[in-house]
């Protein structure tokens, strides 16, 4: 196969990160520099174009690119925590390259040698990829009615209608999902200014919204064979294609839950006034506040702990790759994305429970952790994860390969 059409643009510069201690201070740093501007980007709906590229330039965005290929292959337990860490900052932010990762993933799983140099050399000097998955008035997530229909000389051409495409605004390469005449599920790597790609800023979420989540349209899109992956060989045998995308959606909700907390502590110490029945001369000291703030924190601290556990399955099933390991990584996973989906919500909503009517201002917008954490935990529907883990644990029921746990 010919090495894939290289873009016509100059790659943004980008530092190479070199190993997981570089790779987690940086995404500390960028947490705090993030943080400033989240609430005024929030409430304005500034879209976070610098603030991307920033994170592009920093080397963070390349740092599951394999060692072979230049990049330091940080293990997913170190990935899950440097989402985390992005999101406590903004999880708008943080939600973005999400999928970058996840379809860095798909080109190691499936990508030919020659797509694997040219995409991870492209990840290295900064490009961006974004999505096209998630398809509205279909029966349900996985009715991709986008297609891939055969044209001439190995090209293709792409048609289809793409909502949800968190990323794609900011890319430049939107990763497809789409089916072959066989129905077969592809990824077709496009180029974000390629003709016949609309990328349209729709997104109308309450929550999350500086993702720019909207809609791609795809007409007469011609697509080169290099461009294209087969990812319907990703779900023939054991895979962690799910319980990676699962563990990063996880991080971003105890990112979130995390930074919640964070806000609670400061407003109540310096903001709050002590019922007046407690006796006490401030907030900080009241017994209920207290026990509250104790529970709040086993929340964050569980969440916390088993999105650690769930990445250290994926490292686990990485480096042993079974059913049985598979199913292990996807199950901690989904213990993971319960627990943390849970406490995000949980303490956004806490967050005004202890700090009082003031916290309740539009001006100071500390609504949006709990507008962000309802919007993203409807991802994915934590009941489900809920009924595959009892039926793993009561029956021995190895879960799905669907790809969504």
């Not at 003031?358 to 935990?377: E, G, I, Q, V």
Request: glycine share 6%.
């Amino acid at each position: 196969m010919p090495a894939p059409t290289p873009r016509a643009t100059d790659p943004v510069p980008a530092h190479v990160i070199a190993d997981e201690t570089e790779a987690l201070a940086v995404a500390q740093e960028l947490a705090a520099a993030f943080h400033a501007g989240a609430a005024e980007r929030d409430a304005q709906r500034k879209l976070p174009h610098a603030e991307l590229d920033r994170l592009s330039a920093t080397g963070l965005l390349g740092i599951t690119v394999p060692r072979e290929h230049g990049g330091a292959d940080v293990p997913a337990r170190v990935l899950a925590e440097v989402m985390r860490l992005l999101a406590s900052g903004d999880a708008s932010l943080a939600q973005i390259p999400q999928s970058h990762f996840v379809y860095i993933n798909v080109l190691r799983r499936q990508g030919s040698p020659d797509q694997q140099r040219f995409f991870f050399r492209e990840v290295l000097d900064g490009r961006r990829f974004g999505n096209a998955q998630s398809e509205a008035g279909t029966k349900h997530v996985q009715d991709i009615r986008t297609r891939l229909t055969p044209a001439s000389d190995g090209w293709y051409l792409l048609d289809g209608l793409k909502h949800y495409s968190t990323g794609a605004l900011f890319a430049d390469w939107i990763p497809v999902l789409a089916r072959t005449e066989d129905d077969a599920l592809h990824v077709a790597y496009i180029p974000r200014d390629a003709a016949g790609v609309t990328v349209v800023d729709d997104w109308e979420g309450m929550g999350q919204r500086t993702t720019a989540s909207g809609t791609v349209r795809l007409e007469n899109v011609s697509v080169p064979a290099d461009r294209v992956v087969p990812h319907h060989l990703t779900f023939q045998g054991p895979q962690l294609h799910g319980a990676v995308a699962q563990l990063l959606h996880a991080a971003i909700d105890a990112g979130i839950a995390a930074s919640a907390l964070d806000e609670a502590v400061r407003f109540v110490r310096t903001k709050s006034r002590p019922w007046f029945e407690s006796g006490y001369d401030t907030a900080a000291e009241e017994p209920l506040l207290i026990q509250r703030f104790g529970e709040l924190s086993l929340k964050v601290r569980a969440a916390d702990a088993l999105l650690d556990a769930a990445g250290r399955a994926v490292d686990a099933a990485t480096a042993d790759l079974t059913d049985a390991t598979a199913g292990e990584a996807s199950i901690a996973v989904a213990a993971a994305k319960v627990q943390a989906a849970t406490a995000a919500v949980e303490v956004a909503d806490a967050l005004f429970e202890v700090s009082g009517t003031r916290s309740a201002l539009d001006s100071l917008n500390l609504h949006r952790y709990w507008r962000d954490a309802r919007t993203h935990t409807l991802h994915d529907p934590v009941r489900w994860k809920v009924q595959h883990i009892g039926r793993y644990v009561l029956n021995g029921t190895l879960p799905p390969r669907h790809g969504l746990l």
